[in-house]
C-alpha cells in the first residue's frame, strides 16, 4: 500500500508560478512511476506529465508541454511539478498517482494508477 500525499497548490496570478510536491510513504518508492493528473470543474481527469521510477522516461499533456516540469528526489520519497507560466485554464485540482507498472501509454492512463492523493487546488486568476 502506497499513500500519496500532495501540497503546494493555492492561488496564483496568470504568469506566475507554483511547485507541487507529492510525498509516498513506502520503501520502494524508485520502483514506482510517479503521475500528475488534474481535473477542472465539469471536466475528465486529464493527464498532465509521468516520470518513470528510474527517472529516464517522462512525459508531459499537450496542454503542459514547455511549461511544466516533472522531477523526483527517490531518496526523499517525493515527486515534485514545477508549473510555470500558468494561465487561467490550469485551474483544477492536481493529483499525484502512483503505480508499479510503467508504461508509455499505459502511464499516461488515469486507469494506469493504483494510487493516489488527496490532490490540491490551483487556482490561476486572469
Known amino acids: 500500500q502506497v499513500q500519496l500525499v500532495e501540497s503546494g497548490g493555492g492561488l496564483v496570478q496568470a504568469g506566475g508560478s507554483l511547485r507541487l510536491s507529492c510525498v509516498a510513504s513506502?520503501?520502494?518508492?524508485?520502483?514506482?512511476?510517479m503521475g500528475w493528473f488534474r481535473e477542472a470543474p465539469g471536466k475528465e481527469r486529464e493527464f498532465v506529465a509521468f516520470r518513470s521510477g528510474g527517472g529516464g522516461a517522462t512525459a508531459y499533456g499537450d496542454s503542459v508541454k514547455g511549461r511544466f516540469s516533472i522531477s523526483r528526489d527517490n531518496a526523499k520519497n517525493t515527486v515534485y511539478l514545477q508549473m510555470n507560466s500558468l494561465k487561467p485554464e490550469d485551474t483544477a485540482i492536481y493529483y499525484c498517482?502512483?503505480?508499479?507498472?510503467?508504461?508509455?501509454?499505459?502511464?499516461?492512463?488515469?486507469?494506469?494508477?493504483?494510487?493516489w492523493g488527496q490532490g490540491t487546488q490551483v487556482t490561476v486568476s486572469s
Open positions: 498517482a502512483a503505480d508499479r507498472s510503467f508504461g508509455s501509454s499505459r502511464s499516461r492512463s488515469a486507469g494506469g494508477y493504483a494510487y
Open positions: 513506502g520503501r520502494t518508492f524508485s520502483t514506482y512511476v
